[in-house]
């Protein structure tokens, strides 16, 4: 892409950004203002991007006023909510940037149990106001994830066998499209639209605010239990957590065990296996769901009890702070005990002691939405498997690490079946192809012809749009 990075913003020129400030109720960042350095920065420390400025929009029409400015200086234009893109979409070099930080509000109907969310909300934004009316929304592991692009992917959260994905849940949304509209999607209008963004990602339009049915959670039987990791452990855990009831969603990691304070001090650094569990219904019911991980060998540690559920976002503090990652992923059905012993061999010999490979077990209420209903599309998988290298420090050669989550890829790739929209690195058109089956992606392309034709939404795991018969 032509950078525009040194383009001339005189007042007046052809790229008046003092006409488009003049239009906002937020700000413009420019390089070279206080505040840039701070603002550019994503979560991810490895994007270390110069967009061309940062609009920090607060209000809808602020985003309509960008997205308008963009298309008539057809100027790059990318989109933040939470900024946790794994393939770095949330920010390009001397692109406009659409920053929804600012956009956060959430309000809750408790006598409808509904929420409506400001895109630029992250989970834990909604978790806890929700959580004051005995209600939840499960979106995300991870406080910090917005829920705009999470939503836009699918959304695979702490009770997804529950309360399926997070765009299972999703009423209404607002969207400003690529003519600079502001409109309302759901199942009555723009249907074929409201079909597309949940799961179809950040392709069609900005995404101003969403509408949630929350579900009555008030306190969850939650917590983490570490267990040596062996094949037979992870085997085991595979078949138990499938077979749960679909109160208990999981997420298991074959790590180092970490600086946690429910680790013992000497076990610090071990290989281990770590299942995150979350169960929704009362302690009782939680301990007999739970209690057959526990037989699967002598833990390492636990800490597992009755918890309210924003409470359950501690567990994953660590991936809430900015840090670096290189991640790989897929869905799959079937894990046999080749791909689980390389697993464990991979992360024995990772590069750095925070990462991990992820696994978490799916099914349950997915599977109670019909596949074509929405464009997610995997909803008959089994298991999700991540390879997440991560590093903290983002000045450190992230070459070994990068080469590590690449090594270990290629040792379980082979049992991949489809790959998750929001976990998809920068890996290129046929993994796009793969998030998609043929008739999704056509569908989608017909979507995006009919709302982007110009593909002005591009960052992102990008959909061509349809060629048109005239
Ligand atoms: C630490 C970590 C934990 C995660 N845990 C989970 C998890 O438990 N479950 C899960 O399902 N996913 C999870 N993810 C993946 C996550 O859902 C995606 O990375 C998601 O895109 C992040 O959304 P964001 O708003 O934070 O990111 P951003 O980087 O701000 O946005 C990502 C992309 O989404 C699109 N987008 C975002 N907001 C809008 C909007 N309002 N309108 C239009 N397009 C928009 C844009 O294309 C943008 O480039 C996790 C990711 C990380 C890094």
């Known amino acids: 892409m032509t950078s525009i990075y040194s383009s001339n913003l005189a007042p007046g020129g052809a790229l008046d950004l003092q006409s488009l400030r003049n239009r906002l109720s937020g700000d413009i960042i420019v390089p070279g203002d206080a505040g840039y350095e701070a603002a550019r920065r994503v979560s991810n420390l490895g994007f270390d991007r110069h967009p061309w400025t940062i609009v920090r929009a607060l209000t809808a029409a602020d985003v309509v006023q960008a997205v308008r400015f963009a298309r008539l200086h057809r100027l790059p234009l990318a989109v933040r909510g939470g900024g946790h893109s794994v393939a770095g979409h949330s920010t390009a070099d001397g692109a406009v940037v659409v920053d929804l930080s600012g956009m956060r509000a959430v309000s809750i109907d408790p006598g409808n149990h509904t929420a409506r969310v400001q895109a630029g909300g992250r989970s834990i934004d909604l978790a806890g106001p929700a959580h004051a ?7 995300g592991d991870t406080a910090t994830v917005g829920i705009g692009g999470l939503t836009l992917g699918g959304g695979i959260g702490w009770m997804v066998r529950k309360y399926g994905l997070a765009i299972d849940n999703l009423i209404e949304a607002q969207v400003v499209t690529a003519d ?6 759901n199942a009555k209008q723009h249907s074929e639209l409201f079909w597309a963004i949940r799961g179809g990602g950040g392709n069609f339009g900005i995404i101003t605010e969403y509408t949630f049915r929350l579900a009555p959670v008030g306190a969850v039987y ?4 570490v267990l040596p990791a062996t094949p037979e452990v992870v085997r085991g855990y595979l078949q138990i957590a499938k077979e749960a009831p679909d109160e208990l969603s999981t997420i298991a990691q074959v790590m180092h065990a ?8 000497e076990r610090l650094g071990e290989l281990v296996f770590m299942v995150m569990v979350c169960f929704t219904g009362d302690a009782e019911a939680g301990e007999r769901a739970i209690a057959p991980f526990r037989a699967l060998a002598e833990p390492v540690a636990e800490m597992v009890g009755e918890m ?23 869905f799959t059905d079937d894990l046999p005990g080749d791909g689980i012993e390389s697993i464990i061999d991979a992360v024995g010999k990772a590069t750095s002691p925070m990462s991990m490979v992820q696994l978490r077990v799916l ?3 997915v599977r109670h ?12 998988r089994d298991y999700f498997v991540a390879v997440l290298g991560l590093w903290l420090d983002p000045s450190e050669d992230g070459a070994p690490h990068r080469a590590w989550t690449q090594a270990a890829w290629d040792s379980i790739k082979q049992y991949r079946q489809g790959v998750y929209v929001n976990f998809l690195a920068d890996e290129g058109e046929d993994r796009i192809h793969e998030a998609y089956p ?33």
């Open 133 to 139: 009316y005995g209600l939840a929304l499960s979106t």
């Open 180 to 185: 600079g509209r502001l409109i309302t999607t």
């Open 222 to 225: 939650g917590g983490a239990i």
């Open 258 to 265: 970490p600086p946690a304070p429910f680790i013992p001090e």
């Open 308 to 330: 309210p559920y924003p409470a359950m976002f501690n567990l994953t503090e660590a991936a809430a702070q900015p840090h670096a990652a290189e991640v790989r992923s897929f």
């Open 363 to 365: 099914g349950g209420a």
């Open 369 to 380: 939405v019909a596949d074509g209903e929405t464009a997610y599309a995997h909803r008959d």
């Open 438 to 470: 043929a008739a999704t992606y056509e569908r989608l392309a017909q979507v995006k012809a009919q709302y982007d034709p110009e593909n002005i939404f591009q960052f992102n795991q990008n959909i061509r749009p349809a060629i048109r018969q005239v």
